[in-house]
């Protein structure tokens, strides 16, 4: 048994998240924890919802609100929907939680005590017309590398290359379109440079990784340059230093205090669960002084792998390594680790590409958009899980149409699967009322044939999950399900109406829901809604897929009370074809899945079109 971090990317709580969000960090990661829980490993999954920085405080602003009743409302809302979408976190908190607040101090402070945090003069973005910093993403102008006319002074996202604002060529502020004014700042900068060959070692030892991930992440390397992590606001973490916590106008730079957030929602999940120590066996399992040294955990006890979409690799693969290798003491200036102890880097960086919709890119103001909620309002949540793993942007950007998401539910889990499992249960129940025994006079070759094939897919199933191969997964699960479609049709059953041969048509059942029972499980982790339903119509009994819980909880240390996601998942099936037992009471079946009627592709194109 491996201890297991699913670290999924926190979505920022300016507003509610489209599906093109949840393709990239949500359903991926999903899949992947519950079926290593299945498989017997301990699984923790954490993330929450970001909510500092200066977007955050922009919106609010122009909303009337306090920045905290904005993150407030939309935490709420964020939760909601993940949860409506079966997403089994062991903990989604948020970043304004007091545990929050003193787990990014603790890394600020070890990082500066080991000299990998330098104060530094800078020039900053600010509007001529308000006297407010403006944020770097709020500032876009031309790329003075590739000359790509849409840069942000943050990063361009033509070449990849980190910028700063002052660097970009005619740049203008996003909000109003005027063009800002450089001024003179101190802040304290990430010392990038000094991290640059560890992290090269650490890159150079990774294997598996999607190939597009790791040869960004290399690039990178080439030009780093030391990075700001402080901004002038006054929403968000302090600065631990004497001289700087109780200003009012400097604060830890959002992306900084983010990528904390694994860490923290860690170590709220452990003081949550009564154990306060239980987050080091996911981050430092050698314990408090030890941890598994310079990007541990692929070959020891403990593996981390982070799922987001591609335009946050460069925070994962290259950022936060840094600062956990500045805090455990592991550049070219050395350094102690903190009382937090080394701590490991990531197993694996797990990227999606973007998702399209009806051919153009995401965009909540043009409307080019559809929540979450919105979605599952109108179709099920297992409908959307099955298209974005099936069709997702796991390797490349892949296109949402209206069209494709109607054939891939009515003609492959309406038609394939859940007809399948419609008249073979129908079929069982009419005729038996149980599930039927098999024949003593045994099976022929291809009742055998169909059974084997089904056994062959844990490990087939399992190990692509493992590898973060999703596509080819549920591809290789759908292969037995046609296998048993094809099966059921040549073996045609429903022709067997003499009482003698009611054994081989109890035989051919038998053989049939147990294809089922197996494929189920192979599914369960990319359907887990339905999966439990299929479950029940076998006649089994309990929970066989968990769901996650909204909770309203109390701040650890005395701030406001808030929501968060959490589930009981050590209970459910495991990642193993179990025998069904003959006699078992059968009723009738409802459909698993709903066929959608072909006129919803008008009906959501002209509520695109506005």
Not at 7 to 28: D, E, L, T
Not at 146 to 172: M, W
Not at 317 to 330: D, F, T
Not at 522 to 529: A, N, S
Request: net charge negative; glycine share 10%; aromatic share 8%.
């Amino acid at each position: 048994m491996s201890h297991v971090l699913a670290a999924v990317a926190w979505p920022y709580a300016n507003g509610p998240r489209h599906i093109g969000h949840v393709s990239g960090f949500g359903v991926p990661s999903d899949v992947f924890a519950r079926y290593m829980r299945m498989a017997g490993h301990d699984v923790l999954m954490v993330s929450g919802t970001d909510e500092h920085g200066t977007p955050i405080q922009v919106q609010a602003d122009a909303e009337g609100v306090t920045p905290r009743a904005l993150a407030d409302r939309y935490n709420r809302v964020i939760a909601e929907d993940l949860r409506a979408l079966g997403l089994s976190y062991d903990l989604f908190t948020r970043t304004t939680t007091r545990n929050h607040y003193a787990v990014v101090q603790e890394l600020f402070s070890g990082m500066h005590r080991n000299g990998y945090i330098v104060p530094k003069i800078t020039v900053g973005a600010i509007s001529p017309s308000t006297g407010r910093t403006l944020p770097d993403r709020y500032i876009e102008g031309t790329c003075p590398i590739c000359g790509y006319d849409s840069a942000r002074g943050d990063q361009c996202d033509n070449c990849g290359n980190q910028l700063d604002p002052v660097d970009l060529i005619n740049p203008k502020s996003k909000i109003n379109g005027e063009t800002p004014e450089f001024i003179e700042t101190e802040h304290f900068f990430l010392d990038l440079p000094a991290l640059a060959d560890a992290l090269r070692q650490w890159l150079d030892s990774r294997e598996g990784w999607r190939p597009n991930v790791l040869r960004f992440s290399k690039n990178l390397l080439d030009d780093l340059q030391p990075r700001a992590i402080t901004r002038d606001l006054d929403w968000g973490v302090p600065i631990p230093l004497d001289g700087w916590r109780d200003r009012p106008d400097k604060r830890i730079y959002v992306w900084f205090d983010a990528v904390i957030g694994y860490l923290s929602a860690s170590i709220e999940w452990a003081r949550r669960t009564g154990d306060p120590e239980a987050w080091r066996k996911f981050w430092n399992p050698q314990g408090a002084e030890g941890g598994t040294p310079s990007g541990g955990g692929a070959d020891g006890d403990a593996q981390s792998h982070y799922f987001m979409g591609k335009d946050n690799i460069v925070f994962h693969s290259v950022i936060w390594p840094a600062l956990l290798g500045g805090y455990s003491g592991e550049g070219s200036r050395d350094g102690e680790p903190g009382r937090l102890g080394r701590l490991n880097l990531p197993t694996e960086v797990v990227s999606s590409e973007y998702l399209t919709m009806e051919g153009r890119k995401f965009s909540s103001s043009r409307k080019v958009v559809i929540y979450v909620r919105d979605f599952l309002e109108r179709y099920d949540a297992d409908a959307l899980r099955y298209f974005i793993a099936v069709a997702g942007p796991e390797s490349n950007d892949t296109d949402f149409t209206w069209a494709e998401f109607l054939r891939r539910n009515n003609d492959e889990l309406v038609a394939g699967w859940g007809n399948l499992v419609n008249r073979s249960v129908s079929m069982a129940a009419k005729n038996f009322g149980v599930i039927p025994p098999i024949d003593p006079a045994g099976l022929t070759e291809a009742d055998e044939a169909l059974l084997a094939a089904a056994r062959a897919g844990f490990e087939t199933v399992g190990g692509l999950i493992g590898r973060h191969r999703q596509k080819q997964a549920i591809g290789e699960a759908m292969r037995v399900v046609a296998e048993a479609n094809k099966y059921l049709s040549e073996q045609a059953p429903w022709k067997l109406k003499d009482e003698a041969d009611k054994p081989r048509m109890g035989t051919i059942l038998h053989v049939a829901l147990q294809v089922i029972s197996d494929a189920n499980t192979l599914l369960t982790p990319f359907l887990p809604h339905s999966a439990q339903k299929i479950h029940e119509l076998l006649g089994g009994t309990g929970v066989h897929a968990p769901m996650p819980v909204l909770e309203e909880v109390d701040d650890l240390d005395g701030g406001p009370a808030y929501p968060v996601l959490t589930g009981d998942y050590t209970v459910g099936t495991r990642w193993e074809s179990v025998p069904l037992e003959a006699g078992r009471p059968l009723s009738a079946p409802k459909p698993i899945f709903r066929k959608l009627d072909p006129s919803i592709v008008d009906e959501e194109l002209a509520r695109l079109a506005g």
